[in-house]
């Protein structure tokens, strides 16, 4: 007979409540728990796998399948929008330092590739240089346009304009 497990009815873990306990038994004897998600799916989940413990270093079950997927797609994406953002940050800071060295038109570009896609335009500018040197903007897909010969470099715009020079405005 194997040892009755601990009662963990009403326990609950993440979006997970322990409903009843299962016949199933791990390869190590631990029982299983079917567990209803939030969602109103249930999911028979190990008892080592049930844990609020997050410092340890095995993985815990904190949703049913399907919530678990979508949970992980949402961290993701949280992770995309947190690098885009200070991308737009550091394009931002760049293209303030350059106002007056570079076309104004270059600093009504969209900030980077993906707000450029967002406003359906294919030019951005990030005010930062190409691997070849040239301070230019760039098409989405298609790399900076100095290189493709469509648009001078600012260098020597840098070079001939002032710092305080209005003409641009
Ligand atoms: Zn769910
Ligand atoms: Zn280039």
Redesign the pocket.
Known sequence: MPSKPRDRVGEIYGRLTVVRASERRTKSGNAYWWCRCSCGKEREVPGDKLSTNTARKKPVITACLLCSKELQVEGVCAKNDREERQRREDAKRQRDALKGHVPDRWLRLPLTDAHARELGQVLFFRGTS?????L?PYRING??L??AGQTP?AHSALITNSPNSAESE
Not at 130 to 134: A, D, E, T, W
């Open positions: 190409c691997l070849r040197g040239h230019a790399g900076c100095a290189c470099s």
